[in-house]
């Protein structure tokens, strides 16, 4: 294989069911694309430890199509985030383009991704047009949106949404780190000089369930937020100073009461409340530093992010 222009990394767990239908429209989309501008690609498939036959499908897949198909198998399931870095790891293309298996974002809207980066864009976002979710799903994606936009200052209207193109220096960029736990998109968009986002359509999960539950997804939001800023540590100081201010003035205040009225039992409860606040306070202060240290002792580490059990690709031309 020679290098292409194009590289598409997909991660895969657990798609056995919902893989033909992906083959069924990725590929034709993008020999299209390729007809049309003159271009040329490839596919990288990350299987990322999946306990259904999922493997056996991508390696069947690429019996079929192997001057355009690459898959790499993990030895166990490390998640979607080392699954995209190792196809970043091994992509030949000068633009690459993340894909779910999952059919949410059509593989036709890859060639507007494309048509954007030709503009001189170096990282192109998306913004899921008529989203196929939940009301709950949507409204927390948005206030979490919003939150982690005002902490850490990077702009992504929809980070949930896994199309996206980046050029091969934000890619290269990407690799040249070594931080275990970290956001993708938001590392690029930190690293780009002229991003952009596009609206692309959205479709119904094809089969199988979603990958993320409500735990995990608030998980990548925490990750994301602690990984790119300090400025939850540093809310937490000045909450901690308020708090300490506040309790100051009330213990005078109580102090002056007992001096004028003797002693009191009224307020017991009151003080059990305020206590048991400021004990909630400060116990979500050690679990948010926790969450820092903890990041520091994964990185200390230096545990590799992945382990490939084998490489499925046709071999270069020479």
Known sequence: MTSPDLSVVIPVYNEEDGLSSLFARLYPALDLLAAELGMSYEIIFVNDGSRDHSAAVL?????????????????????QHAAIMAGFKHV????????????????????????????????????????????FRRTASQAMNGLRQRITRIKMTDQGCMLRAYSRS?????????????????????FSNRPTEIEVLHEERHAGDSKYSLYQLVRLNFDL?????????????????????????FVAYLALRRLIFGPEAEGLFTLFGIAFFLIGVLLFGIGLLG?????????VRERPRFLIQAILEAQKDT
């Open 92 to 135: 030949r293309g000068e633009m690459v383009v993340t894909l779910d298996a999952d059919l949410q974002n059509p593989p036709e809207e890859i060639a507007n991704l494309v048509r954007t980066m030709r503009q001189g864009y170096d990282y192109v976002g998306t913004i899921r047009k008529n989203r196929q979710d939940t009301w």
């Open 59 to 79: 390696a069947e897949q690429f019996k079929r199509r192997p001057e355009v198909t690459r898959v790499i198998l993990f030895n166990a399931n490390y998640g």
């Open 225 to 249: 937020v602690t990984g790119f800023s300090i400025v939850p540590l540093q809310m937490f100081s000045l909450l901690g100073f308020g708090l300490a201010l506040i309790s100051a003035v």
């Open 170 to 190: 934000i890619v290269e960029t990407i690799n040249s780190c070594n931080e275990l736990n970290t956001f993708i998109p938001a590392l690029a968009y930190t």
């Open 291 to 299: 969450e820092y240290v903890g990041r520091i002792y994964q990185q």
